[in-house]
């Protein structure tokens, strides 16, 4: 078995508050394109929304499951804590001038890794990190450059990512307090970067709104997705077995510190029941829903995205 590549991140999965708020931060303040208004699958009275590029690109896609009464969760060790979007080459000012104007709050711009970074947070206030790379692209985000993961012990983690997935540990650095280890998938996709923090909080990790759900690396196929269930096991990472998403097949496992990670494939996309030009304007469902179509219409609030 030759030993299949990640090239980054696939999607990032999130919880949210009220869904409206949620549809105007991302497609609004952030500029993301809603590609896919979809139900859970596994409890079809609550959304699943997905934001991404124009045509739903693996290693653009952020996705919530969103509620209206959801708690406000807290992220902690054993949660990833965080993601980053890759702000094109050129195009930092444009996004502090941006916000500054629309009196949208943010932090910095600071330095990471030699990389100048604002955080903003979205309607439930879960960070999210805009990264300036070298990287050129007319869109205002090129997708994901990074996600970060809250560990009480990084090494364990970091193994797995070394060892398995073959990730390079980049460096470390500290930044108040707080010890950052970068790790790099090979190649240069988007979302190739994972990084992992440690502190020696006591707190702990509470899921809810503007909480990381869980983070999905890339298979470009089905059977990479196969290879990586096979070295996983090999390793002692058993995964669930592989689930159909619509979108993507799914496979699932919690890494040691306790994050639940996915491998998802990269076809079929999110072109399969919709066509490009609409996606997210139609409420799809999975074929086993579509017999509950009006009930579950009845049930979601509608949405109007900008
Ligand atoms: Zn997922």
Redesign the pocket.
Same mark, same amino acid.
């Given at each position: 078995m030759t030993r299949p590549v990640i090239p980054g991140i &696939? &999607?990032v #999965?999130a919880i949210s508050g009220p869904a409206q708020a949620n549809v105007d931060f991302y497609t609004g303040t952030l500029r993301q394109r809603l590609v896919k208004k979809t139900v859970n699958f596994d409890a079809p009275d609550t959304y699943h929304l997905y934001y991404g590029d124009d045509v739903g690109t693996p290693g653009t896609i952020l #996705?919530f499951f969103p509620f209206a009464d959801a708690a406000p969760g807290r992220a902690g060790p054993g949660m990833a804590s965080a993601f980053a979007y890759a702000v094109p080459k050129g195009g930092f000012q444009a996004w502090t001038d941006r916000l500054a104007q629309n009196a949208e709050d943010y932090e910095g711009p600071y330095e990471r890794f030699g990389q100048r970074l604002i955080t903003l947070w979205d309607a439930d206030g879960a960070p999210v990190e805009l990264v300036e790379t070298d990287r050129a692209g007319d869109a205002p985000l090129d997708g994901f450059h990074s996600v970060t993961l809250w560990e009480r012990d990084p090494d364990p983690t970091a193994r797995l990512l070394t060892e398995v997935f073959g990730y390079r540990a980049q460096g470390q650095e500290t930044d108040r307090g707080i010890e950052r280890l970068r790790l790099v998938a090979p190649g240069s996709e988007r979302g190739n970067i994972i990084d992992v923090i440690r502190t020696d909080t006591p707190a702990t990790a509470r899921p809810g709104a503007g909480t990381i759900h869980?983070v +999905?690396l890339r298979a470009r196929s089905d059977m990479e997705q196969r290879d990586w269930q096979e070295l996983l096991a090999a390793h002692g990472h058993p995964t669930t077995p592989v689930i159909d998403?619509q979108y993507f097949n +799914?496979i699932y496992f919690r890494e040691p510190g306790g994050v639940l990670f996915?491998i +998802?494939t990269d076809p079929p996309g999110f072109a399969v029941d919709e066509p490009v030009a609409t996606l997210g304007q139609a409420l799809k469902l999975p074929p086993k829903y579509e017999a509950m179509r009006e009930r579950i219409t009845q049930i979601l609030p509608p949405l109007k995205v900008v």
């Open positions: &696939h &999607h #999965t #996705t869980h +999905a998403r +799914a996915e +998802a």
